[in-house]
Antibody
Framework: EVQLEESGGGLVQPGGSLRVSCAASGFIFSGHWMTWVRQAPGKGLEWVANIKEDGSEKYYMGSVKGRFTISRDNAKNSLYLQMNSLRAEDTAVYYCARGGSSICLDSWGQGTLVTVSS | EIVLTQSPNFQSVTPKEKVTITCRASQSIGNSLHWYQQKPDQSPKLLIKYASQSFSGVPSRFSGSGSGTDFTLTINSLEAEDAATYYC?????????FGGGTKVEIK
C-alpha cells in the first residue's frame, strides 16, 4: 500500500524558514516524480513544486521561486521542501503527492500545516 | 498559465440524483485532465485520470469525459458519502493548475 506521511509543519514568523518532509513507503520511491501541493485555509488546491525521479529536474510555481527548494533522498525514500523568506500568504496545509510533470497525482499524504504569523 | 474554470461552484443534490460538474480549460490540453475528491478534513483522492480513465477502487458511479478544452465529471445516483469538494487538475503544461473546486452538498 502506498503511504505518504508529511511532517515538520508548525508556526513560523514572517521571514523565517521551515523544512517539511514526506516519508514514502509501499512503492519504489526512486521510480516516481513527486510533487508538493498546498491548500490555504478554506481555499482550493495550489501546485507548489515537483521533482523528477532522480532529482535532475525541479519546477516551481512563480511566487515561491527563489524562496522554496524541493529535494529528495531516494536512499531514505524521502521528499523535502525547504521554505525560506516565508510570508503570511504561504500559510497552508502542505501535501506531498506521488506523480508530477505530465503524470496525475495518484496518492497523497495527510498534509502538514504551516502557519506564518507573528 | 492554463486556467481551469469549474462550474458550478456549489451544488445541493438529493441522493440518487445525477451530478454533472464541468471544467473548461483556457487552452487545449488534450486529455491531460484529472479529477479529485476531497472530503472535509481529508486529503484529496484521485477519481478519474486522463479525462475518462477510472482510478483503481473508485465506484463505477463516477465517470469522466471530454478532451481539448471541455471536460465533465458525472456522478450517477449520488450517495450520501459523495458529499465533498471536487477539483479538476491539468498536467499538460507547467505551471500545473487546479480548478477552483465544486462543493457538492447532500440535501
Amino acid at each position: 500500500e502506498v503511504q505518504l506521511e508529511e511532517s515538520g509543519g508548525g508556526l513560523v514568523q514572517p521571514g523565517g524558514s521551515l523544512r517539511v518532509s514526506c516519508a514514502a513507503s509501499g512503492f519504489i520511491f526512486s521510480g516516481h516524480w513527486m510533487t508538493w501541493v498546498r491548500q490555504a485555509p478554506g481555499k482550493g488546491l495550489e501546485w507548489v513544486a515537483n521533482i523528477k525521479e532522480d532529482g535532475s529536474e525541479k519546477y516551481y510555481m512563480g511566487s515561491v521561486k527563489g524562496r522554496f527548494t524541493i529535494s529528495r533522498d531516494n536512499a531514505k525514500n524521502s521528499l523535502y521542501l525547504q521554505m525560506n523568506s516565508l510570508r503570511a500568504e504561504d500559510t497552508a496545509v502542505y501535501y506531498c503527492a506521488r506523480g508530477g510533470s505530465s503524470i496525475c497525482l495518484d496518492s497523497w499524504g495527510q498534509g502538514t500545516l504551516v502557519t506564518v504569523s507573528s | 498559465e492554463i486556467v481551469l474554470t469549474q462550474s458550478p461552484n456549489f451544488q445541493s443534490v438529493t441522493p440518487k440524483e445525477k451530478v454533472t460538474i464541468t471544467c473548461r480549460a483556457s487552452q487545449s490540453i488534450g486529455n491531460s485532465l484529472h479529477w479529485y475528491q476531497q472530503k472535509p478534513d481529508q486529503s484529496p483522492k484521485l477519481l478519474i485520470k486522463y479525462a475518462s480513465q477510472s482510478f483503481s477502487g473508485v465506484p463505477s458511479r463516477f465517470s469522466g469525459s471530454g478532451s481539448g478544452t471541455d471536460f465533465t465529471l458525472t456522478i450517477n445516483s449520488l450517495e450520501a458519502e459523495d458529499a465533498a469538494t471536487y477539483y479538476c487538475h491539468q498536467t499538460a503544461s507547467l505551471p500545473l493548475t487546479f480548478g477552483g473546486g465544486t462543493k457538492v452538498e447532500i440535501k
